[in-house]
């Protein structure tokens, strides 16, 4: 089967599911892919959003299309919509480009908009190039990869709670190797409905891939892939206590063990994904 992944290819989502799952399936990957690249296609993946004019392009095509839904609602703008609000802005959108077929990112967005016959819940692969971490006895850093602005006072909270501890906070320093613990957090701003039931577990499936111990939020997309040994905070107060039990070597290394054990590689997604595409 002739595959076009394609899309606007300017995000941090395009180069995962765009690029790395279009390569793994020997599909042709193109931003913005013309009229003449869709028609050359048996299927098409659209991954987020469409660049302009696409939708029109694939309306008046006969090859069938699969629209990949991993973060395509505005964002920061989301944060304020209600779920019921969120569902219909899903639902509107779906009907107005009509695609053959959907991807969820996660269950809950699924069983939130779902509807679709032909649907799929594909979950982030661990990304291709991590390190496996090598736990170190004693805890020196904590990291963060992403966005500073995103953590807001989580930052604050998280760099007191490791100089008390003599260790240090790195963001965007290094890698999933080089870290003892991974966070994953959004301040309020950043953090509606939308964000906690919708979100991709990516920064999970990072610490899944490398074995690097976990402490975040309770969002969905890492609810429904987790193992049991990720740690949470419900509120900023419960930083210092989920880090002391980060602190102990025994439990993260039960928490690596096992993190390793349910790790999703890109060469498992890309057959599952394949899987269901071909199903189609």
């Not at 987020?48 to 990949?68: C, F, I």
């Not at 802005?89 to 996660?106: G, H, S, T, Y």
């Not at 890698?175 to 957090?185: K, N």
């Not at 990516?202 to 969905?220: D, I, M, R, W």
Request: hydrophobic letters at 35%; aromatic letters at 12%.
């Amino acid at each position: 089967m002739n595959l076009l992944f394609t899309g606007r290819g300017s995000s941090g989502s395009w180069k995962v599911r765009g690029e790395q799952l279009g390569h793994a399936l020997g599909a042709t990957v193109k931003p913005a892919a013309t009229r003449d690249d869709i028609d050359d296609a048996d299927l098409v993946v659209v991954v987020k959003r469409p660049s302009p004019g696409m939708v029109d392009n694939l309306k008046a095509s006969s090859t069938p299309w699969v629209w990949d839904l991993v973060d395509f609602y505005p964002q920061p703008a989301c944060t304020a919509w209600s779920k019921d609000y969120a569902i219909k802005w899903v639902r509107r959108q779906l009907e107005a480009f009509n695609p053959d077929a959907v991807i969820w990112p996660n269950d809950k967005m699924h069983q939130d908009c779902g509807g679709y016959t032909n649907s799929y819940v594909l979950y982030h692969h661990a990304r291709p190039d991590r390190h496996i971490n090598p736990l170190r006895r004693t805890v020196g850093v904590v990291g963060y990869e992403g966005s500073r602005r995103y953590l807001g006072r989580w930052e604050k909270a998280v760099k007191l709670a490791c100089k008390q501890r003599g260790w240090r906070l790195a963001i965007n320093e290094g890698t999933h190797y080089d870290w003892d613990i991974a966070l994953a957090f959004r301040d309020k701003a950043f953090n509606g409905y939308v964000q906690r039931c919708w979100k991709s577990n990516v920064k999970l499936a990072n610490c899944h891939g490398s074995g690097t111990p976990f402490l975040g939020a309770k969002e969905n997309g890492y609810l429904e892939t987790g193992t049991g040994h990720e740690v949470y905070c419900e509120s900023i107060k419960d930083v210092p206590v989920a880090l002391d039990k980060l602190s102990d070597y025994d439990f993260r290394l039960q928490a690596s063990l096992a993190f390793q054990a349910k790790s999703y590689p890109l060469s498992v997604a890309a057959n599952d994904l394949n899987n269901w595409l071909n199903s189609l």
